[in-house]
């Protein structure tokens, strides 16, 4: 049975830069490749990718469209996974990315997470902990982050 392998992405370019890395440590028939994208549950119109209305569409602009992006990134991660060769699935959380990310890799029982790393200054580490480092103090299996 394949082991699960938990990569958090965003919607942004460096998420190439993760999935270029699971590939690189991972292997098709070993590794099932989980891809996880947290949106703040004030962009996220519904729970499950869906058409959106005209009064969605109307009344909150900007949530569909990060949503729709959101939903975008992860199908383009999951092919090029699965065009890798891996079996992968994706899914796309509403809610705190920490918290997504402890909840899902706990509920897969991941040997692995993934995850990428914004470089702060020592006032922003401060001020606001990065995401990578909290969920390292959360999980207890490796985190393998990637610069971002």
Sequence with gaps: MPSPVLIAI????????????????????????????AIDSTFAVHDKPAPYTAEELEEYPAACEEQRLGDRAMAEAVEL???????????????QPVEAIVTKAK??????????????????????????????????????????
């Design 81 to 95: 996974l699965q065009q890798a060769g891996f079996s992968s699935q994706g899914c796309m959380v509403a809610g």
């Design 107 to 148: 509920e897969l029982n991941c040997e692995l997470i993934i995850m990428g790393h914004r470089h702060l200054s020592r006032l922003g580490r401060l001020l606001d902990p990065s995401i990578s480092t909290k969920v390292i103090d959360r999980v207890e299996v490796p985190v393998l982050v990637g610069a971002a």
């Design 10 to 37: 965003d919607a942004s370019p460096a998420s190439t830069a993760l999935l270029t890395l699971a590939r690189r440590y991972c292997r098709p028939g070993e590794h099932e490749l989980h891809v996880l994208l």
